[in-house]
């Protein structure tokens, strides 16, 4: 099966098809692409014309209801079908709970290259000038948010398998995102430098910008494409949900915050009795206990709460597609060709079925 199985972009057509044929829908679909599906209860005519790129036909009160209307799949951590704030939120902690290998294996190796190089221009930073310092204070700022871009994008690889019932290893999912990771590096660059120039026009713009961009990074690593298709597919998804998906994106952040701030707990007891702070050093200036313990608690903290952040984001990027594309139903089959391709191996393996 393709790596992008079921995640084709609508007009790119989905290259994943698998070795085995997928198994028959519980209906027959519909004109089209369209597939119908059976509410348990009988309800008003179907809604017509279905959303542009394909899509289910859905009546108005099937269209982001509970599964007591109809019983939307969930063959992984969500259900396919358009996604409420909490199952966003919950989504991300569960992809975390399900496959904490690849999903803290790799946010800990990105994490901790990050802080090394941050430990060094803090070294160097003590022994600079003014303008010297600040020069490395910058290039810190857009090395950090360069990695944490870019992880957010690696581990949506470890999301999406979730969201298909599927575990993936922290080395298989490298392998997955290794022909794209400097595409994905150059990607986040490309998306901090955007944000920096809203911000010099206006601080409303940075947000703006940031928010109409987010996206990107899932697209790049998971549609495949160039990266200027991926800043425009993240355009496409978000237009319409700006404030939506900034309302969901901050209340992600505001949750990974608080979770980084218990861990940094014990670095703050540890650095007040060593009469240091992570917060600037002592009178005689940052120290290098200080900054090796600030840079442990980054390390740490970082790796621990940037999988919560990046969930979050990879299951924005669902929902999108879901609502705008209707991908549920792309998923759902492409996670029951994998149910049969699973069976498939199962019989050849234990021809007795014991």
Same mark, same amino acid.
């Given at each position: 099966?393709?790596?992008r199985s079921?995640w084709a972009r %609508?007009?790119?057509?989905?290259d994943g098809a698998?070795?085995?044929? #997928?198994?028959p829908?519980p209906e027959a679909?519909?004109? &089209?692409?369209?597939?119908?599906i !059976?509410p348990l209860?009988?309800?008003p005519?179907?809604?017509?014309?279905?959303?542009a790129?394909?899509?289910v036909t859905?009546?108005?009160q099937?269209?982001?209801? %509970?599964?007591?209307f109809?019983r939307a799949?969930? %063959?992984?951590?969500?259900?396919?079908?358009?996604?409420?704030?909490?199952?966003?939120i919950?989504g991300?902690f569960?992809?975390m709970?399900?496959?904490?290998?690849?999903?803290?294996g790799?946010?800990?190796?990105a994490?901790t290259?990050?802080?090394l190089?941050?430990f060094?221009?803090?070294?160097?930073?003590r022994?600079?000038?003014?303008?010297?310092?600040?020069?490395?204070?910058v290039?810190? *700022?857009?090395i950090?948010? +360069?990695a944490?871009?870019?992880?957010?994008?690696?581990?949506?690889v470890?999301v999406s398998?979730?969201?298909?019932g +599927?575990?993936?290893?922290?080395?298989a999912?490298f392998e997955?995102?290794r022909?794209?990771?400097?595409?994905?590096?150059?990607l986040?660059?490309v998306v =901090?430098?955007?944000?920096v120039? &809203? $911000?010099?026009?206006?601080?409303?713009?940075?947000?703006y910008v940031a928010?109409?961009l987010?996206l990107?990074g #899932?697209?790049y690593?998971l549609e495949?494409?160039s990266?200027r298709?991926?800043?425009?597919?993240?355009r496409?998804?978000i237009?319409?949900?700006?404030?939506? !998906?900034?309302?969901i994106?901050l209340?992600?952040g505001?949750?990974?915050?608080v979770c980084?701030?218990?861990?940094?707990?014990? =670095?703050?007891?540890v650095?007040?009795?060593t009469?240091?702070t992570?917060?600037?050093?002592?009178?005689?200036g940052?120290?290098? /206990? !200080?900054?090796? *313990?600030?840079? *442990?608690?980054t390390?740490? &903290?970082s +790796?621990i !709460?940037t #999988?919560?952040?990046a969930?979050? *984001?990879?299951?924005?990027?669902?929902?999108?597609?879901?609502r705008a594309e /209707?991908?549920?139903? +792309?998923?759902a089959?492409?996670?029951?060709d994998? $149910?049969?391709?699973?069976q498939a191996?199962q019989?050849l393996?234990d021809?007795s079925?014991?």
């Amino acid at each position: 099966m393709s790596e992008r199985s079921g995640w084709a972009r %609508p007009d790119q057509g989905d290259d994943g098809a698998s070795e085995y044929p #997928p198994l028959p829908p519980p209906e027959a679909p519909g004109p &089209g692409n369209e597939t119908a599906i !059976t509410p348990l209860a009988p309800g008003p005519a179907p809604m017509t014309p279905p959303p542009a790129g394909g899509g289910v036909t859905r009546t108005p009160q099937q269209w982001g209801q %509970p599964d007591g209307f109809f019983r939307a799949p969930k %063959p992984g951590i969500v259900p396919l079908r358009p996604l409420a704030v909490g199952e966003i939120i919950d989504g991300a902690f569960a992809s975390m709970r399900q496959n904490p290998g690849a999903t803290f294996g790799l946010s800990a190796i990105a994490m901790t290259v990050t802080g090394l190089v941050s430990f060094l221009l803090g070294l160097a930073e003590r022994s600079a000038d003014t303008g010297a310092a600040a020069l490395f204070g910058v290039v810190g *700022l857009i090395i950090t948010y +360069t990695a944490q871009t870019a992880l957010a994008g690696l581990l949506c690889v470890v999301v999406s398998e979730a969201v298909l019932g +599927t575990k993936i290893s922290l080395t298989a999912a490298f392998e997955r995102v290794r022909p794209r990771l400097l595409g994905l590096l150059l990607l986040s660059l490309v998306v =901090f430098l955007l944000i920096v120039l &809203g $911000a010099v026009g206006l601080l409303v713009g940075a947000f703006y910008v940031a928010v109409l961009l987010s996206l990107a990074g #899932p697209a790049y690593v998971l549609e495949g494409g160039s990266i200027r298709d991926a800043l425009r597919r993240s355009r496409e998804l978000i237009k319409g949900a700006w404030w939506r !998906t900034f309302g969901i994106t901050l209340l992600i952040g505001l949750i990974a915050t608080v979770c980084r701030f218990i861990i940094l707990i014990p =670095f703050l007891a540890v650095a007040a009795g060593t009469g240091d702070t992570l917060l600037g050093g002592n009178e005689a200036g940052i120290t290098v /206990g !200080t900054l090796v *313990l600030s840079t *442990l608690a980054t390390i740490v &903290g970082s +790796t621990i !709460t940037t #999988p919560i952040s990046a969930g979050g *984001l990879a299951l924005i990027y669902v929902d999108r597609r879901i609502r705008a594309e /209707g991908l549920d139903v +792309t998923l759902a089959r492409a996670a029951q060709d994998r $149910a049969a391709q699973d069976q498939a191996l199962q019989a050849l393996q234990d021809p007795s079925g014991s």
